[in-house]
């Protein structure tokens, strides 16, 4: 963006405004972008959502409110602004107002780093993946800021399973992401997806293999176990079902929530909604090659950039469109699964929950971890590092080898765990009357 | 476990067994396979009962299902197409039935005698506390009252969900049209009860009240009957008889344009013109009813929430023959049709009232004098009657017009009610 | 609750003795005596709470109800929670009260049927039956054997009715938000079309009336029951396939909301909680009222007396609705016709008595027990509701258990306030 | 350029000697552990500023991501100590000896020091606009498993022991927990109590089903 | 900003953050807040680390590798810490620091 603005204002123009202005100037133009596609993608996901869940239910969903019920969202925002605002009188006011604001922006502020296409990224941050994870858990606190100021118990009980839950599963995410931080040596989401060339089989790790934008990490063993953990952590950080236990409206009402009316509730569900975007999003580009697809690498590749400056602008955009394109099929597709999803499964309660996260899930990502050095080590590595059986091997060999390899070990360990983590759950609960019959026999009358 | 029992066994629920030799998660999976089978088959209806998937949802107010002839909703009357006579003949069997106790009636009397008749004078159902249960329907012996398909009877109006029985009057062949085999069943009993019954009613008694032309059409055809019959018979009849036997059709009409006069009068100004009492009443009894009538109207336009007054009853009482009564009548009527226009008069000054009360209120006045000053012309009883229940119908017409059209507060609004009650009394 | 204790308000009418008890649940199935138990506040073990070491975590109290989503109703648990475990649970009802005992003492014998559809207005039809029942048995009316078959076609059908409805409230407390419960409605609202072709109405079917029905089943009943009857396997088959198996069902049901065999006898739940408990208790075979001897159906029992077993024995028990229902078309045509719609008997005036008639609701154990002093009105009438009896034990079930299985325990008892409450 | 990132500092500094006094002087415990997160923000910010983005990242992740979700559930389950009216400071002549303490010491100590000492700042690049170079992520990794790798390791253990040792202190011991049984476990003792021990399957019990036996339900607190 | 703002700038910033931390854990009775107190202090101590290495050692990295260990340390005091304060709580039912002076457990 700085070198759009740059190039028309000082050398279009030749106006020949300083540094710091033009950087304001992009600055402001993509957070206002940015600003402006996040409430749109809360009310498209939100209509989405209900249509997706309707049919699955046998029914049409809203079609009343413009063509195919397009405007509903709207309609249900006007409603969100025209209601009455409540706050409840023992209430902790300015914690009360903070909340919604302190879990809305740090959603806003993961979308600096998410690219939408070749070289259409707001930043790109060398370290932009713990960068994602470290915002998207401060919203946490803003859900405790909610619960603690409610002073409402359900409130209280919904922000400590939300915060929990949220802390939980941040880990699983984070380490199933690391797997894939191994395969390609960096933290920066651009070159993830960079990474994501080829076909079926990653041009870094086999070169020669045609670029058709398809070489998507989760068509590797290590990719595809990082990605299902990932996702059901994603599940779990963004509060859907079967993990929307915070908001479990059967149990504690609406969680967090309860107290918040008007548009305050309605900031509470901007955030969830660009939350869930932006977790699919992820998804998408980490695991499913971003806006990687056929024709995108070969349509940059005659575009402007700082690798060919001398290239054509329409391919500029039509790489863009193209890029865009393919990022949104894939978020919404895995939005799509969220709302499958929803509308299959019951909801765990907490503390299968965290059960499941931290018996099941955690010890995944650390067998997942190993699979990738693994992977690496057969890959990447020769006799500088030590490995020397592989030296005389070719590049489709060693691939073959290591995708052999990592398969089974992820396959075994996860049956291995999933039978475990099974046993231990039919195990846990039980009591043994016998052994503790001196002391329960005092709590009975 | 199983135990065998008489024509059965007792069979203990396996419990999940078939997950252990399967790989963890596919139970999950299955239910994803499921609802995905769901999905993928939403963008068909659905086929009908033998099918499963498809959106079996209605559009509702483009897409109705077809009610089954058995449904019942809210109770409605019936009434013959032809002869226009209700087939109710109020032997309070649905009243006794009823559970939740909405249904109200009053028998009709003939006024001449004050016997009661095979007829309805005014039949009462709350609907707001009705509960469909059919009850009425079942029971009656003259398959008078019958259970509605319309269910869209939600309203802001609490005091519309009161209904009389011009509203609950449905024509046979509507009926007919719902429910044509449980109408089959009963028909051949219920046309001969009715028609049993009919000459058992003198004169308009038992007529569907909203059907005003029918009514005068039936009376036309009385009347016309009767003078034939009783033009060779000796004048020497009793003197009320005889005056009955004088040609009508003058009287009526007359009748009619005063009281569209009257009705004109009415909408011109807020204080209706007093009815001339000193005026010679030809008929006592006449005068007298048409004067209660002109007041129930009044009444009823006045307050249209208050219960509706029986006309039959005071018509049925013994009637003092003489000047008196009908000067007391006449009296009567004007308090009435003044109450009714204080009641008008009040309105702009309680900003808060609701509309349709005050805009109700004037029309029915006028109508209420006019039927008043109608009493007093005529010098024939049955004129008389005719031109109340003229003006009565008129009045009630005015009240409903009124109450859409009006402008809420202010006197003028009478004249917006005072042309459509003269047009209709006109008319009739 | 039997109906020997039951409280007499009024000096019984002449001629009416110390109502007998109707053979309850004595002698059915267990062999042990059932196990006297008190309802009591929680029972907290070992360390005193004097005790310095003990970490005393804050009791919480919470108000599920009465305005709560997955309270079937206007429904109070005062629930005492300790972080989110269940010290204690108080049902609280009463909210829908609405005097029906006392109204249908005022009302005709007639009149009180529609009133009956109003108490569990999931299953109006077996409403109705156990009134008519009790009305018959006091008056001693003969029903025509066409009419029985009808009426029992009727109660099958709102036996799956009632049971894909409850099914699908249990799973959408469970979190499943609506997909099993709008495929039960589905089907649901494919009887509930039946029922509005037979008796004009949805839900308040007001069908049944002494010595019969209100008219016979109309001509294009039949052929919408047969093609209901091939769809109806295939939608159990497929709540089994979405999810008996389904493993996050399994973990929220399996060993939750306990109710060993001996309690739930001394409890006095009926219905499937009480053979989701294990113990075969099926009215329907245990004491055949109607022409249910006629029919082979099995009766599905549970083995641990958990959520699941309920969950899965109402599943079965639909299986078992359908099969019924099945020898119905097959027998109905051949059934005696007699005069099934007995427009006459508006004025029913019991001989000096009392009568207690029972059926197996979907619920349970509905029974209707009615003291006539011979005028046209019940001198006294009384509901066993099923709903109100099986809720009875919920307090005690949901102890110890997390406050996210107090809805799903609530959601496998399966009540409808309107019985509760009566 | 310059002054905007004076401004920019001075705000940054503002926000964290700000929220951090607010942090020890506002009577609300919980308030105190909000502002807390603002100064950690503000930490993390002036980590930006000083261009050590990983740093920065980690700032928010750990600290707000993390301590301070532990603090506020600390907070709140010690909970009955949270009120507002309870004195949150120490009283009397202690108060203004421990202010006076931290004030001598950033008065007298801290600032003549810092101003005072010619720090050896190296001159910064001739043209002002080039990068310069700065060590990054790949640098703090490599430094990691090489020249730190016996710190980087002795840190790992110490995460570790910390996390059992956090464990390990708020773990209640079995025998001291509370638990409430349910009906069946209740059920089930009192029928052991009824036929004295040891009684393999009472007679006339059905088998117990593989996964679920009367008495096994999940939910007791462990 | 090595330009803009000098390094005494920063240093003085981690100064006054560290009197505060140390009067927060001095005055505050709550034990919680003691934490709280030190917490800051230790961040002081990294806003330190930081500007040291950015304005002197830009080239190496052993700044930001020592903040790295000090965030650890923290991370593991604040959680051995908060575990203690639960400890402390179930054992005396208060987190009053100075109430808590009794050596018996």
Known sequence: MYDIVNGLINTTFGWNWPGWVIALISHLLVTTLLFAIAPFQMLFLTYYERRAIARMQDRIGPNRVGPAGLLQPIADGVKMFTKEDIVPAAADRWVHFLAPCVVVAPTMLMFAVLPWGPGMVPVDLNVGLLFFFAISSISAVGLLMAGLASSNKFALLGAMRAVAQMVSYEIPAVLSLLAVVMLTGTLSIVQLIEAQAGLFISSADVPGVPDLGLGWFIFTPVGLLAFIVFFIAALAEGERTPFDIPEADSEIVAGYMTEYSGMKFGLFYLAQYVLNFLLCAIAAVIFFGGWQGPGVGWLYDRAISPANPDGNWVFNLLAGFLGVFYLLAKTYAFFFVMVWLRGAFPRLRVDQLMDFGWKFLIPLTLVNIVSAAIWVALLRWGPEQGITFTQNWTPILRWGVAFAVTLAVNIVAYIALARIFAASQAEQGRIDLDEYRDTLTATLR | MTVKIERGQIVTVERGKRTARRLPGMGLLDGMAVVWKHWAGSFRKNQGFNDIHGVFTYEYPEERPKLPEAYRNMPILLYDDETSHELCTSCFQCERICPPQVIHMTQAKDPATGKPVPAVAEFVIEYDACMSCGFCAEVCPFDAIKMDHEFELSTADHQKLTVFKEQLNRPISYYERIAPTMWAEVRDGAMKKLQGNIKRRPDVIGMAPNLAEKIAARRRELEAAAAAATAPAAPAAAPAEGRKLTPEEKAAKLAAIKAANAAKKAGDTVEPPVAPAGAAPADEKAARLAAIRAKNAARKGEAPDAPPVVAGEPAGEAPPADEKAARLAAIRAKNAARKAAEGSDGAPVEANVAATEPAAAPPAAGAATSAAEAATAPADEKAARLAAIRAKNAARKAAGGGSDAAAPTTTGNVDSGGPGASDDAALS | MNTGKLAFPMPLPAGVGTPSAPGGLEGQTSQEKPVRISVRRSRVDGCSTKDPAMFKTEELQINIGPQHPSTHGVFRMLVTVDGETIIDLKPVFGYLHRNHEQIAEQNTYLQNMPYTDRLDYFNSMANNQAYAMAVEKLAGIEVPERAEYIRVLMVELTRILNHAGALGFLINDMGMWQTQLAFGMREREKILDLFEMASGARMMCNYFRFGGVVRDLPPEFMPKLKELLVAMPAFVDELERLLRENEILMQRAEGIGILPKELALAYSVTGPVLRGSGVPYDIRKAEPYSVYDRFDFDVPVGSVGDVYDRFLVRIEEMRQSKRIIEQIVEQLPDARGGHINPRARQNVRPPVGDAYARIESPKGELGFYLVSDGSPRPYRYKVRAPSFINLTPLGDMCRGYKVADVVVILGSIDIVMGEVDR | ?222 | MTAAVPLEAVLVVAGALFCIGLFGALSRRNLVGVLMGIELMLNAVNINLVAFWRYLEPRFISGQTFAIFIICVAAAEAAVGLAMVIAIYRNWLTVNADAVDSLRG
């Open chain 4, 1 to 222: 350029m310059a002054t905007v990132i004076q401004i920019i500092f001075g705000l940054i500094a503002a926000l964290i000697v700000g929220a951090a006094v607010m942090v020890v002087t506002v009577r609300n415990v919980i308030h105190a552990a909000l502002w807390l997160i603002a100064c950690f923000f503000g930490v993390g910010a002036l980590y930006l500023l000083l261009e050590a983005e990983f740093l920065a990242v980690v700032q928010v992740l750990v600290y707000v991501g993390a301590i301070s979700i532990l603090i506020l559930f600390a907070i709140m389950l010690t909970r009955q100590v949270t009120g507002e009216g309870v004195r949150q400071l120490v009283g009397g002549w202690r108060l203004w000896l421990t202010a006076a303490i931290s004030a001598l010491l950033f008065a007298v100590a801290i600032v003549p020091t810092v101003i005072s000492h010619s720090w050896n700042v190296p001159a910064p690049p001739a043209p002002p606009g080039t990068p310069e170079p700065l060590a990054g992520v790949a640098e703090l990794g490599r430094a990691f498993v090489y020249e730190f790798l016996l710190q980087f390791q002795v840190a790992g253990v110490l995460l570790t022991v910390a996390l059992i040792g956090a464990i390990v202190i708020a773990f209640e011991e079995r025998a001291r927990r509370r638990r409430v049984l349910t009906l069946a476990e209740e059920h089930e003792l009192r029928k052991r109590l009824a036929h004295p021990p040891p009684v393999e399957a009472p007679a006339g019990e059905p088998a117990p089903a593989p996964r679920a036996t009367p008495i096994s339900e999940g939910e007791v607190q462990q």
